[in-house]
């Protein structure tokens, strides 16, 4: 089939939400494939009927550092649900030499709509800092740095003063889907036969 | 109240989506007691219902879809029914169902409800999947319905295991239009799952119940006697209208149910499709010809399109995208756009048309009976539903507030159903009814406000199992229709022409929950053993007709034919063949049912009068 899309002119704008978003997703992947508040797979999404939101917290100094294995299921769920709903598998195995902005901007829509979607119903996401970007902010002494990375003229004792560049995410939420015991989360799509 | 029924439960089964909501009747210690006595108003909590999402994925969301999917033997892995409480068999219910449903409608049950009260067939008979291939296993809309009640059922339990969902006082909600076969039905498929406690409610009367509890006790400052409210619940599949009126009674303000519309088979997924095939309309003039599995991908965009154009007045187009099928995205993705005027003349135009009062739905006569399908309704004007009911209940609040008039006139408006959310159609159904009201020289009607459109029904059953308890006001309905039997008047016959008909009323208008009717003088002779048919009607607009009453004469408008009824008399103690006079007395039970009873002239005994009659 042969279409001829018309596209509106903010394509470069798309393309950037687009990798924006797909990193996003990414680290909200490897957050909780890795991180120290996720659930074992099985039980992710059981606090359902929990109220209220469950704050990521700051991580209690260990004795002796500790790598954590990583399991991808979770993560892997994930790519099997933005695959479902926003084709991400596809779009990002795709060659995009060749088609024009127009063409490659409307199947980002795809993306970006599904993506979106998804994000809403499984995430609960927040800024970390609700102060405007490129204001100058205060970081008290005993600031978490897990939740505030300071970057260039690192010097001397808190409070540091300097300007805020990006104002961080933080999940608030995650509830994905639960997995029947046996179910194969590396099958991200089945293939399709229709009959 | 009995060891483990703590809650009350609202259930909200619905034609595309159920809902169950609950309130903790009996708060577990004092605090809760006075706090709840201080706010004078308990809330209710909706019940995230565990559910497959997809093969393989469990969630736990607000809404069920009542959707059944009969899944093939090889088409998932039993592993990827497994739900919380165990597998689910071949059968799926909910979200999961919907989605393999989408792409294999053969065996998808959809709609279930609306066959349920669709008098044309044995709703006991396994009849869905309609027109499925033989190999698919049916059920009938009575065990499709008795499945969602009873998925709602075991997700309850597996969540409240100390207080089984059988031990809890149950409000189901039915559709105001609903006929007593259609009632008893309903309370049918919950029983058979355990749920006996169980009581039914109409869903306009729901949703105000929702409002009454979400105002708290605000709501005898918005609304005030001499008031008529007007319901207007448009849901996925169909339109509910109910009138309630406001009075006063020893210094206390009441609120009485009187009237309710016709059942009308139309709603949101009329109005997607409707988008859909416009847009179809608009490609295949472009020459781009779409296959079938396009149009059904449009029909979602367009529902999420339709959701932003009407929310957003800045919006003028929204993009739509109908990615391929394949792996491929590039080169072969559909790409249009809905604009603000497609949708306007489409859904606000089409569905809401600016008519005047006078404006009736065109009703073309229907084709023979022996067509299978749901009476959808032809009329798409939800306008002239509406105008056609205002006006044909012009007399219902006479006996509240005297004055004839040529159509009531409605003070305060209320809406529910998720149709309605969106600002545009809510401001277009207001400014129609207010328009009319303008003409009439009547004040404009408020919009109560604060309803939740979608949950409100199943948050105002849970809370009506409260009121039940003796808390806060009741709204006074009783039976929303008259009804008659049949009688062939014994008149020499003429050739050609049928015996002359009359209708004895048998069950009055407004009749309330437990009480009855003294039996008839009216004799009708049952013969032993063999199953006697009647003919049976009922009226929504004639109010004043006492039992026993015989009309010789109706319109068609007055008195509509409903499904036969159908006595018979066990032979026990008495010979076959055996002619007994009886007369018929009806009653109302708590359930909120109506029950027609044979009683013989001895009196000693009473049968049941079967509404829904097996063998047409």
Redesign the interface.
């Given at each position: 089939?042969?279409?001829n899309?018309v596209m509106p002119t903010s394509i470069d704008a798309l393309h950037l939400i687009l990798g924006g978003l797909s990193l996003v997703l990414l680290l909200v992947a490897l957050l909780r494939g890795a991180g120290k508040n996720s659930d074992n797979s099985t039980t992710a999404?059981v606090s359902?009927?929990a109220p209220g939101p469950t704050p990521v917290t700051a991580a209690e100094p260990k004795p002796a550092p500790v790598l954590k294995s990583n399991d991808p299921e979770s993560a892997l769920?994930l790519l099997g649900l933005l695959q479902?709903e926003a084709?991400f598998i596809?779009?990002l195995?795709?060659d995009?030499t060749g088609?024009s902005d127009a063409?490659?901007g409307?199947?980002s829509?795809?993306v970006h709509?599904g993506s979106k979607k998804l994000l809403d119903q499984y995430f609960a996401l927040a800024p970390i800092r609700t102060e405007e970007e490129e204001s100058r902010v205060t970081l008290d002494a005993g600031f978490d740095p897990a939740q505030n990375r300071v970057t260039g003229n690192v010097v001397g004792e808190p409070p540091f003063n300097g300007v805020l560049v990006h104002r961080g995410w933080k999940v608030t939420k995650a509830?994905l889907?639960?997995?029947?015991?046996?179910?194969d989360p590396k099958i991200l799509a089945p293939a399709?036969v229709e009959l | 109240m009995s060891e483990g029924s703590r809650y009350s439960v609202g259930i909200d089964l619905g034609t595309t989506n159920s809902v169950l909501a609950y309130l903790d009747a009996t708060p577990s210690d004092a605090d809760s007691a006075a706090q709840a006595a201080d706010s004078g108003n308990p809330t209710e909590q909706v019940l995230a219902v565990d559910q497959l999402t997809q093969p393989g994925a469990v969630e736990a969301r607000a809404q069920l879809p009542s959707f059944l999917y009969q899944a093939h033997v090889a088409e998932v892995s039993a592993t990827d029914l497994s739900l919380p409480w165990g597998e689910s068999g071949s059968q799926l219910v909910g979200y999961a169902a919907r989605f393999l449903g989408a792409k294999t409608p053969m065996r998808l049950v959809a709609s279930a409800k609306s066959w349920l009260c669709h008098s044309g067939v044995d709703r006991r008979s396994p009849l869905l999947p309609l027109n499925a291939p033989d190999d698919v296993a049916r059920i009938s809309p009575l065990a499709a319905s008795a499945a969602y009640l009873n998925h709602l059922k075991c997700a309850w339990n597996h969540r409240f295991p100390e207080h089984p969902l059988e031990q809890q006082e149950i409000t189901l909600t039915v559709p105001a239009s609903f006929d007593p076969a259609a009632r008893d039905l309903t309370a049918e498929a919950a029983r058979s799952i355990g749920l006996n406690r169980l009581t039914l409610l109409e869903e306009p009367q729901a949703a105000l119940y929702s409002w009454v509890n979400r105002s708290g006790d605000q709501w005898r400052e918005q609304v005030s006697v001499g008031d008529v409210v007007l319901v207007v619940d448009i849901g996925g599949g169909t339109t509910d209208l109910s009138l309630v009126a406001v009075t006063e009674q020893d210094g206390n303000l009441e609120l009485n149910r009187i009237a309710v519309g016709d059942h009308i088979l139309l709603g949101g997924d009329n109005m997607d499709l409707a988008l859909a095939y416009r847009v179809k309309a608009k490609l295949d003039a472009e020459g781009k010809a779409l296959q079938p599995w396009q149009i059904q991908a449009l029909t979602h965009g367009c529902r999420d399109a339709k959701e932003a154009l009407l929310g957003d007045a800045e919006l003028d187009a929204v993009p739509m995208v109908v990615p391929s099928r394949g792996s491929k995205l590039l080169g072969s993705t559909l790409r249009t756009e809905l604009t603000r005027e497609e949708v306007e003349q489409t859904l606000v135009d089409g569905f809401f048309p600016l008519v005047g009062i006078a404006e009736h739905p065109r009703q073309q006569p229907r084709g023979a009976l022996t067509q299978m399908g749901l009476p959808y309704a032809q009329d798409a004007g939800v306008t002239r539903h509406l105008a056609a009911f205002l006006c044909r209940q012009a007399n219902a609040a006479q006996d509240f507030f005297g004055s004839a008039q040529d159509f009531i006139k409605p003070t305060a408006v209320l809406f529910n159903g998720g149709v309605l959310k969106a600002p545009k159609l809510a401001q277009r159904l207001m400014a129609v009814i207010n328009g009319w009201l303008q003409q009439a020289g009547a004040e404009p009607a408020r919009l109560l406000d604060g309803a939740d459109l979608d949950l409100a029904v199943a948050r105002g059953a849970a809370y009506y199992g409260y009121v039940r308890q003796g808390h806060g006001v009741r709204i006074r309905g009783g039976l929303a229709s008259a009804y008659y039997v049949g009688i062939e008047s014994a008149m020499p016959a003429v050739p050609g022409m049928p015996p002359p008909l009359q209708a004895l009323c048998v069950a009055p208008f407004g009749m309330e929950e437990g009480t009855e009717t003294t039996p008839g003088a009216q004799e009708f002779g049952l013969v032993v053993g063999e199953p006697v048919t009647f003919r049976f009607f009922g009226s929504t607009v004639r109010r004043d007709d006492q039992p026993g009453m015989l009309l010789d004469y109706w319109s068609d408008e007055e008195l509509q034919e409903l499904p036969p009824i159908q006595a018979s008399l066990p032979a026990e103690g008495r010979s076959a063949g055996e002619v007994v006079a009886v007369t018929l007395a009806a009653r109302v039970n708590e359930l909120g049912t109506l029950c027609l009873e044979a009683i013989p002239r001895d009196g000693a005994q009473r049968w049941q009068v079967e509404f829904d009659v097996r063998d047409q």
């Open positions: 089939m042969e279409f899309p999404g359902t009927p769920q479902q084709r596809d779009f195995n795709e995009l088609f063409e490659i409307a199947v829509r795809v709509e509830d889907p639960r997995l029947a015991e046996g179910h399709e | -």
